[in-house]
């Protein structure tokens, strides 16, 4: 069975840092990876993702991710953030038979 | 295009009480699924349906049941609610079983007492 590590919990930023958010999975075979973002109190929506070719996605709001597939990582990236970033994200892997596994989510604070 | 429906978007129940959450799609997805989120748990997978009238099992079904009568409705019933079932459920569609991603429900707040 495949499975979804986020490492950090929680990260406080302040506005115009940059981030970086981790994601590793584990499954053997040829998987899409994607990221949500939910705001508080909203539901999720989706922020990028990845089938193959070009490992650097770029997403909407000034998100990319890379996939590094000889370290099973899928990390999320933002070269400044903003306070209207703070939010909880999820990484999230669905194997080609349709299976879909979410991270336990990172929850962004971006102090003004 | 309203996407993906689901109410209420509260509710409280008393323990033993009965209900079922709603959700509604107008994308013509083919498969869709219920979640709950908990605190530091992330999102699990409780039903999902491959289609009309296929429904399966995901990783925590018990306590719930669920039936795909239409492509667009795909209802999730308590049978006897349990204050371990309180928790926000999202209900989300998808055209390929998630492989370009899924679009999510508003989510449904469940406080069971």
């Known amino acids: 069975a495949q499975s979804v590590s986020q490492h950090n919990h929680h990260v406080i930023l302040s506005e115009a840092a940059s981030l970086e958010l981790g994601c590793n999975y584990s499954y053997g075979g040829t998987v899409n990876l994607f990221w949500y973002v939910q705001y508080p109190g909203q539901h999720l929506q989706l922020l990028l993702k990845?089938?193959?070719?070009?490992?650097l996605v770029k997403g909407i709001k000034g998100f990319e991710a890379e996939f590094i597939k000889s370290k099973f990582s899928f990390n999320l990236r933002k070269p400044s953030v903003q306070w209207s970033d703070t939010a909880e994200y999820f990484c999230?892997?669905?194997?080609?038979?349709?299976?879909?596994?979410f991270g336990d989510g990172t929850t962004l604070t971006v102090k003004p | 295009n309203a996407g993906v429906t689901q109410t209420p978007k509260f509710q409280v129940l008393k323990t033993g009480q009965s209900m079922t959450l709603q959700c509604a799609q107008d994308m013509n997805h083919e498969y869709m699924s219920w979640y709950r989120q908990d605190p530091g748990m992330g999102l699990r997978l409780i039903h999902y349906s491959v289609g009309a009238g296929i429904t399966d099992q995901g990783e925590v079904p018990n306590g719930y049941n669920v039936s795909r009568s239409t492509t667009e409705d795909f209802p999730l019933r308590l049978l006897s609610a349990a204050p371990s079932q309180t928790s926000v459920y999202f209900c989300?569609?998808?055209?390929?079983?998630?492989?370009?991603?899924?679009?999510f429900g508003s989510g449904t707040r469940l406080t069971v007492v």
């Open positions: 990845y089938f193959s070719g070009d490992p």
């Open positions: 999230a892997v669905n194997t080609n038979a349709g299976k879909s596994t």
């Open positions: 989300a569609s998808s055209y390929n079983r998630g492989q370009d991603g899924y679009t």
